[in-house]
């Protein structure tokens, strides 16, 4: 069974620009999380769908946005790119809310110059 | 504030030792904890995991172990192979039951020598 993909898995951007990341969970997996990784930071939670709805948001500006479709495919969207939103951002597909087995797809790299 | 601390940012074991790595949390609603593992360019990879009415949970070389009172877990690794050096994330489920929110430490990177 595939696993989650993310894509793309590399991006160069420049400040004040804006940047959509795509996540497909694995098949069958209705709810999706999305995460910050930077040096340092750990693993920040950003966002969680389920069923097309935010159930649960983390403590971060409003640049920072996502949405899932009836698919259970998710992007999230980051506007006005700063150079702190250099991170690997992960997504998690998790079969439905409260299944604490979480798959992390691969990660896409973001770099603002 | 950080509710989930690895406070070890590095760990070097001999192979075939046993590798242990801490983590201590400060919420105790927390219910439920994971330890994750991830190697560089993958996403983390689910280890172990322990429920709060647990105090001890075994999976082959990794074992958790959980102390509620002092907000402590750990996680063993018997034997260590090198195969096992990565970074290591001990998170927990945020309360509340139907949400899939996990809250990570900042991670511990496991070296195991040959």
């Known amino acids: 069974k595939a696993g989650v993909t993310q894509t793309p898995r590399y991006l160069i951007k420049t400040r004040g620009q804006q940047v959509t990341l795509s996540c497909s969970p694995i098949?069958?997996?209705?709810?999706v999380s999305w995460y910050q990784q930077t040096p340092g930071q750990g693993l920040q939670f950003l966002f969680e769908y389920f069923s097309e709805t935010q159930r649960n948001k983390g403590n971060f500006p409003g640049r920072f946005s996502g949405r899932q479709f009836s698919n259970s495919r998710s992007e999230m969207n980051v506007s006005t790119l700063e150079l702190g939103d250099s991170a690997l951002y992960l997504c998690?597909?998790?079969?439905?809310?409260?299944?604490?087995?979480?798959?992390f797809g691969q990660g896409t790299r973001l770099t603002v110059v | 504030d950080q509710q989930v601390k690895q406070n070890s940012p590095s760990l070097s074991v001999q192979e075939g030792r046993i590798s242990i790595l801490n983590c201590d949390y400060t919420n105790s609603m927390f219910d439920y904890f994971l330890w994750y593992k991830k190697y560089p360019a993958e996403g983390p990879t689910f280890l172990i995991s322990?429920?709060?009415?647990?105090d001890k949970n075994e999976d082959g070389r990794f074992t958790v172990f959980l102390n509620k009172s002092a907000k402590h877990l750990s996680l063993h690794i018997v034997p260590s192979q090198p195969g096992d050096s990565a970074v290591y994330f001990c998170?927990?489920?945020?309360?509340?039951?139907?949400?899939?929110?996990?809250?990570f430490g900042t991670g511990t990177l496991l070296a195991v020598q040959p």
């Open positions: 098949s069958g997996h209705r709810s």
């Open positions: 322990i429920s709060s009415i647990k």
């Open positions: 998170a927990s489920r945020d309360y509340g039951g139907a949400t899939n929110k996990l809250i």
């Open positions: 998690a597909s998790s079969l439905g809310p409260g299944n604490t087995e979480a798959f």
